[in-house]
């Protein structure tokens, strides 16, 4: 029949209008300022640095390596090395960033930063509220800014964070062993040469070892 | 009972009593003048309010349609938005651009809404509310509505912009095809009416037999032209599924691509008031214009009928424009060719008819098929002859 397809089409744009006043299910739309929908866990839109700790600047982890402001492919992510050195999370003295900008106008968010940096310094955000009269100076963050906590850090991403941190934990641990299996070499082998230089004592040092418990 | 009566009366008149009585304090030289402006004054505030309205309405609407709120954030339900928007327009700034005809492209707009207003002059809003009853009202009002034509294309021309120019050439073919199956569909009332005054034709409608009115809709041939008129006028007023000329995603606006700020809005406005000023028209002429739909209600002013059947047709409006996709442009013409101009023709032919037959049923049965079975004849044959088939492009291979 003429004309059918459009009646049909009419009975189903009347049913929206009068179901949207009835049930309220059908009205998909959030109201923005007072509602939000929960983020899902892969959201991100632009990087921050990690850091460990209390303070930002003792446990920043990033070690200024320069990797990411290679790579980034807009070129936002401006780096100056420091001159001194300071321990990293490991206990490693290493420099650190003296000055870390990204220009958030310019990144384009396309996490490559985050994937190169050895050393889970950078992470992506999930903070969408950046708008702002200030069109230059308020979208270049500096290291301050870009700083934020690994709780944070936890808290945005959770299962990506904890897999990073059961990494760092276990290369700790690792470290600590190598560092302990190290001493231990090392105290072995003064306590030879100890001995080799004195035989006189020679019974004493051997006595833990020699101990048969 | 007559105290009431007199005072429904009076409700009625009140603002032809209002007028008269504001002009008895002026000097007699000074009164038709001055009896003109109040006319145009009212008549302005009273449809620039319904457009702001109507813009709210369509926006609302629309996004129940969609299952959306539509606005809701300024003022109450976001009730004062075309507030909001009027001030938005009217703070932008105004591009033209540099190549641009400067002084074309400034008439289009005021063109546009000047002619799209002038077409209220014959209305009749009420009972002896129409500005100048006019023995050739009808056909005033419709050589008025082709003045919009030439604003449009002098919008387009002067823009000098591919797309401007595209909207433009499409808004023409477009009105100038839809023009003529809208005017003989309008020919039917005027055959039977045998009068080209608005206000005859209205006077003509409202008389009752039992509580029945004798609408022109009420009539095969009626309907079948306000339906013809309806579909003519959409076109005419470059409504969706009609909306070739601005077509958003085709070309961009189409011929007011190339205007911003105020003037834009002043098209939007054209536009509005246009439509307004053709559902007005069919009202007139097949509605029964300012009468009431039943015999017992005739105590409620005649001029909310008017507006009430308004905005019943700018609600349908909205209801279409909500449902209907765009038509591609030679489906656009093929209708208005293939099919609107042939039914009118034959609707033209049904109205003798009916003149010259006797009152009675016979009438009826005879005039409604003449209607009723080329419609389904037609339109089954058009969509018979379309053929499916790979295309083939000749210039891409
Ligand atoms: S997310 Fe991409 S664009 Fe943004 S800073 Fe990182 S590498 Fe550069
Ligand atoms: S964020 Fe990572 S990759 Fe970039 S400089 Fe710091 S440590 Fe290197």
Partial sequence: MVGEGILKGLAETARNFFGSYVSKDRLTTVQYPEQREPQIEATRDFPFLVYDGADWQQGMRCVACQICEKECPPKCIFIEKSKDKKPDAFGKMQIYPATFNIDISVCMSCQICVEVCPFDAIKMDVEYHQSSDDRFGALLLNKQRLSKSNEYYNAIHPTEASAVDAQRAEELAKLEAKAKAAAEVKAAAEAKAAADANPALNASPQQPAGDPQ | ?397
């Fill in chain 2, 1 to 397: 009972m007559t105290h009431l009566a007199l005072m429904t009366q009076h409700l009625d008149q009140i603002f032809v009593l209002t007028s008269h009585w504001l002009l008895s304090y002026l000097p007699i030289a000074l009164q038709p003048l001055c009896s003109a402006i109040l006319s145009v004054a009212a008549i302005i505030i009273a449809f620039a309010t319904l457009f702001a309205l109507t813009t709210l309405l369509e926006r609302k609407g629309l996004g129940r349609m969609q299952n959306r709120y539509g606005p809701n954030r300024v003022g109450p339900c976001g009730l004062f938005q075309p507030l909001a928007d009027g001030v938005k327009s009217l703070t932008k700034e105004d591009i033209v651009p540099i190549r641009a005809d400067r002084a074309v492209h400034f008439m289009a707009p005021v063109l546009l809404v000047a002619a799209s207003f002038m077409g209220y002059a014959v209305l009749p809003i009420g009972r002896n509310m129409v500005m100048v009853d006019m023995n050739a009202g009808v056909l005033f009002f419709f050589a008025i509505g082709s003045l919009m034509e030439l604003a449009v294309f002098m919008a387009g021309w002067s823009s000098r912009s591919k797309y401007s120019l595209l909207g433009a050439m499409r808004a023409i073919a477009q009105m100038i095809s839809y023009e003529v199956p809208l005017v003989l569909a309008s020919v039917v009332v005027l055959m039977q009416a045998g009068s080209l005054s608005t206000v005859a034709i209205v006077n003509m409608q409202a008389t009752y037999s039992g509580i029945w009115p004798h609408w022109f809709v009420f009539t095969p041939w009626g309907f079948a032209g306000f339906a013809l008129f309806m579909i003519a006028a959409t076109a005419e007023s470059n409504r969706s599924p009609f909306d070739l000329p601005e077509g958003e995603s085709e070309i961009i606006a189409g011929y007011y691509t190339e205007y911003s700020g105020f003037k834009f809005a002043l098209f939007f406005l054209g536009e509005y008031i246009g439509m307004f000023a053709t559902s007005g028209m069919a009202i007139t002429l097949f509605l029964g214009g300012w009468s009431a739909p039943f015999s017992f209600l005739t105590w409620i002013p005649s001029y909310f009928w008017f507006f009430a059947k308004l905005l019943t047709i700018i609600s349908v409006f909205i209801w279409i424009r909500g449902t209907l996709p765009r038509l591609r442009m030679d489906q656009l013409m093929n209708l208005a060719w293939q099919f609107m101009l042939p039914m009118t023709l034959l609707n033209l032919l049904t109205t003798g008819i009916w003149h010259f037959m006797l009152p009675g049923f016979l009438r009826w049965i005879v005039c409604s098929t003449m209607v009723i079975v080329p419609c389904i004849l037609l339109g089954s044959g058009l969509k018979y002859k379309k053929k499916f088939q790979i295309r083939t492009y000749h210039f891409s291979q």
